[in-house]
């Protein structure tokens, strides 16, 4: 099964997570489980199998292996890569099944791999303040915001494999 979400972790978990606020030198490690607990918490169960966030990391957290399950949502820590950007780059060159696939980063050249694949992308804040407020659908279906991504018109004219009418009844099969 191939992914619907790809997350780029700290580029989600930045906006909300100060290093100042930190005492004891954990902040991130919890920042990223804040992060991957609002997935669980909010995605259906299918969503959360067809999602990857992906966090920068020479090495994965002490006792961790580089990628994991959480509650079905996959994490990965960019090892063996400069940054997430190349790992999230070449998670979305080689995606199967680009059109059905959602970015979630704010970075420009993350968005650039994705648009020019067809993915779906979105800058972090605008998407997870969808997330937290109950709007999963729009967090994670094809949707045009200003600047962001492009809507089902755009993916008609560039991907003939996939039209409106299937991605409304993937939408609806998946519970969205």
């Given at each position: 099964?191939?992914?619907?979400l790809l997350i780029d972790g700290y580029n989600v978990?930045?906006?909300v997570a100060a290093p100042?606020?930190?005492?004891?030198g954990r902040w991130l490690q919890r920042e990223r489980m804040n992060l991957v607990r609002r997935l669980v918490d909010h995605l259906t169960d299918l969503q959360k199998q067809r999602t990857c966030v992906v966090f920068d990391a020479e090495a994965p957290p002490a006792g961790r292996p580089s990628s994991?399950?959480?509650e079905g949502v996959m994490v990965?820590?960019?090892v063996d890569y400069p940054e997430a950007d190349d790992l999230l780059e070449e998670m979305i060159a080689s995606h199967s099944a680009?059109?059905?696939l959602m970015v979630v980063s704010s970075d420009h050249r993350?968005?650039?791999?994705a648009k020019r694949r067809g993915c779906s992308f979105s800058d972090s804040q605008p998407w997870l303040d969808d997330l937290l407020e109950g709007r999963v659908a729009s967090a994670c279906k094809s949707q045009k915001r200003a600047g962001q991504g492009r809507g089902v018109d755009?993916?008609?004219k560039t991907d003939p494999v996939v039209n409106e009418q299937q991605v409304d009844a993937w939408l609806k099969e998946f519970g969205f």
């Open positions: 099964m191939s992914l619907l978990v930045a906006p100042s606020r930190d005492r004891d994991f399950m959480v990965r820590f960019a680009p059109g059905s993350v968005q650039a791999a755009d993916a008609e």
